[in-house]
């Protein structure tokens, strides 16, 4: 028996309503059990109950024992004088306020079965809580909850974004190449990429953003891949001279090459190749922050990211290793990742800053229309049934199973709401 398993009971009514009484005898009519409150404070606002002949409106507070109330100090907490009605599991204490007088107790029943549900999904050690009994539910009850998870996705990538803007002294341009120079190492290399786009600041290669050659000198040599080896080809000695002078140049203190991981990647994603990349999408894009902002067809975004790397790399993935002939595009699958890791929570990041709302409803408009990702976690919700149509859905998904089903907020989810519901 938790709390929160009580507040659930309580804010979807489905305790037994009958003969409700509280501990000093008085009827109890629950007319609104309120709103939920997730910060400090009351559990419930703005309820109305009726107890004896007298409609109350106010604050509801809930605890497993009434003796919970001191333990948790309240009675020392001027937030907690406003409360109309303290509903308990166990009427263990009667409670008298600061200023006098009975605070109403009220003992919750409800139907044995919710409890069962309940400790049922959270003993549960399958991939999720509900594994088993997913297929129990309309999967139209999980869609449901789809708006809600996925505005709570992009407000926690939002977060990391506000606060690497003050890092940055909210500068939009430099904090969004960090964030997409991260995501181009996606999850392998992520760290290494952001911290060569650190240590490179976007003003150095945006004073040679002309010049593919200098770009590619510049992140190669900063990621520290000029120095691994004392002799090469004539591309990767003539990089190795170019970055010496920007180095000098600019002061640079390049990062350690064996930050970059190679092991167990698909060749066309070694940090060698994103980067090269990189450099084609500085090289091709000015301004790449403006162009988002002004730019409201996704397929121009996409298009914007349709990099390929430049002709060396046609022959090679590393350096100084000649392989088969093939371009080397920036693939369909890594532009929408792109594009859904750092293109949208930007896009939706901005217009809640400047109050834009149609900045907000592009971002999300944009999502619906990106087909579906494929990782593990979206492979294993297809294996119980669920078939998302849009990124949109993924990314709900993804939510869900991080947010919820690891924790197992069972109480939270429309599904684990229904099956602890369920006779």
Not at 97 to 110: M, N, V
Not at 113 to 140: G, M, P, R, S
Not at 245 to 271: A, D, I, Q, S, T
Request: hydrophobic residues 40%; neutral net charge; contains cysteine.
């Amino acid at each position: 028996m938790t709390e929160e398993f009580l507040q659930f009971v309580w804010e979807q009514r489905l305790f037994t309503a009958e003969n409700l009484k509280t501990t000093g005898g008085e009827s109890v009519e629950v007319i609104d059990p309120g709103r939920r409150n997730y910060d400090a404070g009351p559990d419930f606002f703005n309820a109305r109950i009726k107890i004896g002949d007298t409609l109350w409106a106010g604050n509801v507070e809930i605890h497993v024992s009434a003796s919970d109330w001191e333990r948790h100090n309240h009675q020392a907490d001027p937030a907690y004088d406003s409360i109309i009605l303290h509903v308990v599991q166990h009427a263990d204490l009667p409670l008298t306020r600061a200023t006098g007088g009975e605070i109403p107790t009220l003992p919750l029943s409800y139907p044995s079965h919710l409890l069962e549900n309940y400790q049922k999904l959270l003993a549960a050690q399958t991939w999720i809580a509900c594994q088993n009994q997913f297929h129990q539910v309309d999967h139209l009850a999980l869609k449901i909850g789809f708006n809600r998870l996925l505005v709570e996705r992009l407000q926690e990538k939002t977060g990391e974004i506000v606060q690497r803007l003050a890092e940055n002294n909210y500068n939009w341009n430099e904090t969004f190449y960090q964030f997409i120079a991260r995501n181009f190492g996606f999850k392998t290399n992520a760290l290494p990429f952001e911290m060569l786009a650190k240590s490179l600041p976007l003003s150095i290669p945006g004073k040679h953003k002309d010049h593919l050659f200098q770009l590619e000198a510049l992140l190669f040599g900063q990621a520290g891949l000029l120095h691994q080896e004392l002799l090469g080809d004539e591309y990767f000695l003539q990089l190795r001279s170019e970055y010496a002078f920007l180095l000098k140049k600019y002061g640079l203190k390049p990062m350690e090459g064996h930050l970059w991981k190679f092991l167990r990647l698909r060749p066309v994603n070694f940090p060698t190749i994103r980067l090269a990349q990189l450099a084609a999408l500085l090289h091709r894009s000015s301004g790449l922050f403006s162009q988002l902002l002004e730019t409201a067809s996704l397929k121009e975004i996409r298009q914007l990211f349709d990099v390929e790397a430049s002709e060396y790399w046609n022959s090679h993935y590393k350096f100084n290793y000649p392989s088969k002939n093939s371009v080397k595009r920036l693939g369909e699958t890594a532009v929408n990742t792109l594009v859904i890791n750092t293109v949208i929570p930007f896009l939706f990041v901005y217009g809640e800053q400047h109050n834009k709302p149609h900045l907000k409803d592009r971002a999300l408009e944009w999502l619906e229309q990106l087909p579906p990702e494929n990782n593990s976690v979206i492979e294993k919700w297809k294996a119980l049934g669920v078939q998302p149509v849009s990124a949109f859905e993924t990314q709900a998904l993804l939510q869900l199973k991080n947010r919820y089903c690891e924790a197992k907020k069972c109480l939270h989810c429309q599904v684990g709401s229904k099956l602890i519901k369920k006779n």
